[in-house]
Nanobody, 124 residues
Framework: QVHLVESGGGLVQAGGSLRLACAAS????????VGWSRQAPGKEREFVAA????????EYAASVKGRFTISRDNAKNTVYLQMSSLNPEDTAVYSC?????????????????WGQGTQVTVSS
């Protein structure tokens, strides 16, 4: 059984940083891509960042490029999202998702497994 568990969310002031983690279990190592997305109240879910299974391919949404960094430690089956220069518009529930055979990292529909999400709140 596959499980994805996010951690690291919380309340931070504008300009601050947070590091989210997505711990996966039940998936073969070195086989799955991981994507992060977010959903703010009253808004649609949007793609944030994604990384291929080997880390060779990384994608970012334009709104976070240069501020967020995605990385993975396959030995720990964990993917990280380092978020810096946070602003109130980054407030949302952040979720990670995993998929085997993902062709287009930005397409959330391609991911098969999802975590419950972690709240990130940025105060002004």
């Amino acid at each position: 059984q596959v499980h994805l568990v996010e951690s690291g969310g919380g309340l931070v002031q504008a300009g601050g940083s947070l590091r989210l983690a997505c711990a996966a279990s039940g998936l073969p190592r070195n086989s799955y891509a991981v994507g992060w997305s977010r959903q703010a109240p009253g808004k649609e879910r949007e793609f944030v960042a994604a990384i291929s299974w080997a880390g060779a391919t990384i994608e970012y949404a334009a709104s976070v490029k240069g501020r967020f960094t995605i990385s993975r430690d396959n030995a720990k089956n964990t993917v990280y999202l380092q978020m810096s220069s946070l602003n109130p518009e980054d407030t949302a529930v952040y979720s990670c998702a995993a998929g085997v055979g993902v062709r287009f990292l930005r397409r959330l529909e391609e991911y098969d497994y999802w975590g419950q999400g972690t709240q990130v709140t940025v105060s002004s």
